[in-house]
């Protein structure tokens, strides 16, 4: 499955060029074009699926496989403190490219990156009943 406007498709067919990390037969690891960090590296599917949800568990579970180990080195060729693995799915979580994959961010001690989490407390019986909504449709 490929999506002819999808840039990411374009790039895991070759007529893109990128600084390619890692590549097998489903999956391909690159340098983000807009870093966050020097190493800022994107892993994806070859197979055109715009979110986790869309994507076949076969299919994550290939990316899965590799990620721990380009994560590490990434992190190592860096030299970084550590990383984050993120997913963003759909526009509000900041997905920009329609096609799902993994950013892999070196980090390093008070790099300013991610400064905050916005975390809050649930109200009296609020998070029971998240709970028990996300519960019912699985």
């Known amino acids: 499955m490929v999506e002819s406007d999808c840039i990411f498709c374009k790039i895991a067919s070759g007529s893109i060029p990128c600084n390619r990390i890692y590549e097998d037969d489903s999956v391909l690891a690159f340098l983000d074009i807009g870093p966050v960090s020097v190493g800022h590296t994107l892993v994806i599917p070859k197979q055109h ?13 290939a990316v899965a ?26 526009r509000a979580a900041g ?8 950013h892999v961010i070196p980090r390093m001690i008070n790099d300013g ?22 519960r019912a449709k699985l």
């Open 95 to 102: 997905q920009l490219v329609n096609h799902m994959h993994f």
């Open 49 to 61: 699926f715009e979110t986790m949800a869309d994507c076949p568990a076969e299919v994550l579970a």
């Open 65 to 90: 496989s590799v990620l721990g180990r380009i994560a590490m080195a990434v992190s190592t060729a860096t030299g970084s403190d550590g990383y984050n693995v993120l997913c963003n799915n759909g």
């Open 113 to 134: 990156i991610f400064n905050r989490w916005p975390s809050f407390e649930y109200a009296s019986g609020q998070a029971e009943e998240i709970a028990a909504k996300i």
